[in-house]
């Protein structure tokens, strides 16, 4: 059974950076795509960034050029490094992975039954 476990959110000011990291347990496939999702209370969940086992990447809008998705296969880990940060990034994030959709379709529609969702780490940036 596949499991995804998140660290590395915490509280930082505006302008900081943070990494997350996502840990994939028991993750033996080869054609795969893995996401960050970020939810506010009350809010729909939102696809971040995501990437495939061939290292293409896709982000939203609103992280281009502050955000980097990256994973280490050998380590089975997936990383978003977040760098000038905003109180509109507070969220919980949670990591994302499915052995069907594409990068850009995770983002949209999320994972399929065939899929997994971690459990969230929680991100506050304050003013």
């Known amino acids: 059974q596949v499991q995804l476990q998140e660290s590395g959110g915490g509280s930082v000011q505006s302008g900081g950076s943070l990494r997350l990291s996502c840990a994939a347990s028991q993750f033996t496939y080869s054609s795969y795509s893995m996401a960050w999702f970020r939810q506010v209370a009350g809010k729909a969940r939102e696809g971040v960034a995501g990437?495939?086992?061939?290292?293409?990447?896709t982000y939203v809008n609103s992280v281009k050029g502050r955000f980097t998705i990256s994973q280490d296969n050998a380590d089975n880990t997936l990383y978003l490094q977040m760098n000038s940060l905003k109180p509109e990034d507070t969220a919980m994030y949670y990591c994302?992975?499915?052995?069907?959709?594409?990068?850009?379709?995770?983002?949209?529609?999320?994972?399929?039954?065939?899929?997994?969702w971690g459990q969230g780490t929680q991100v506050t940036v304050s003013d």
């Open positions: 994302a992975a499915d052995p069907i959709r594409t990068p850009e379709a995770l983002l949209d529609y999320g994972p399929t039954q065939r899929g997994w």
């Open positions: 990437i495939d086992n061939a290292g293409a990447t």
